[in-house]
């Protein structure tokens, strides 16, 4: 295997949207958020493979997110824009049957005074202060709103990670007051919501890194793969040192593996002299520094030096390998670099 090559498993990712789906009641519809290429995973695939599941409503950031994901799915399931009508998007929500969720005044607006009777929601603010209408101004221009028939009335959890955080049930406390009495779907839970149980669902849930096999879905089947050839096998004697700035140094002879994927790769460079890597079920300590397209991984041990080690895989998840950079899976997702291989097992398409 000459070039790395990130295995997308989509059998998984389907799997694990209708385990999210079975934990609301069937009154509540599973909806599927792809947005920033299904995460990095490629959003033609990942999206068919999901729709092929059950889902038939989808989330995207931007606009353009949704060209690319009508063009995967062609005509039907609903794809929802995140960041609304901006200007500019107008003709592409139009003729790409997409549906803003509008933030603001100026979007409200814009929308239905450029395309009225095209679909839309509305995003409300319920305290995260990113996206979304405030109380206030939501209070003055529901009646004309709900007039024009929105499609959904959403908005977003802060801290739905942590369940006993004060924040989540004050959120949903402004929630049902901003949305009492209407009789538009809602929706509120993305994978954290939905764990907190079926208070948070509301007619439609958002899962996202949950698909995908993250945390805070502890549940999820692993959906990746990620294997990293070996180019070179070297014998370091004891007191040679490693890698940039000589941070590694071998304490008794070692055998180094140099293998290709670096920080450009999304191998972020706090993982240096951290990171396991796997031969199987084995695991091989990262020694040095990352370095931008290669890293260097202690293999004295292993009985033959493979083709290739696996730095994601079932033995160490996405979260794993978050908790040793220091940061979250949604994070070591999204930065998959566009050198691996992407390679799709199951699904039908
Ligand atoms: C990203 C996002 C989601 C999905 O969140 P996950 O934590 O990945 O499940 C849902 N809703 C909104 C508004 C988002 O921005």
Known sequence: MATAT???????????????????????????????DAYGL???????????????????????EGAALRQALGPGPQINVLSGHMGGDTEMIHDLDLTPMLNSIDQITRHLESLPGHPFGIQLDTGMNRLGLEFPEWEAVAPLVLDANPE???SHLACADEPEHEMNAAQLAQFLAMTDGIEVPRSFAATGGILLGPDYHFDLTRPGIGLYGG??????RPALRLALPVIQIREVAAGETVGYSNTWTAEE?????????????????GLSNAAMLFDGAT???????????LITVDVTHLK??????????????????????????????????????????????
């Not at 694990?16 to 792809?34: E, F, H, I, K």
């Not at 959003?43 to 038939?56: F, K, S």
Request: aromatic content about 6%.
């Open 215 to 220: 945390r805070p879905f502890e549940e999820a």
């Open 253 to 269: 002879p070692a055998l180094i593996a140099t293998v290709s994927g670096g920080y450009a790769d999304g191998l972020l460079r």
């Open 304 to 349: 033959d030096v493979p083709q290739t080690l696996d730095i994601l895989s079932e033995h160490q998840l996405v979260d794993d390998l978050a908790d040793v950079a220091g940061t979250i899976g949604y994070e070591i997702l999204t930065s998959l670099g566009p050198r691996y291989a992407r390679r799709y097992t199951g699904g039908k398409a």
């Open 6 to 36: 990130l295995t997308i498993d989509l059998d998984a990712i389907a799997a694990n949207w209708r385990a999210l789906d079975r934990m609301s009641d069937p009154g509540t519809q599973t909806g599927a958020v792809v947005k920033a």
């Open 283 to 293: 695991p091989c300590p990262l020694v040095g520094r990352v370095s931008m397209d």
């Open 42 to 64: 490629g959003i033609a695939r990942v999206a068919r493979a999901l729709a092929q599941a059950g889902a038939r409503r989808f989330f995207v950031a931007l606009a353009e």
């Open 152 to 154: 959904l009335v959403m």
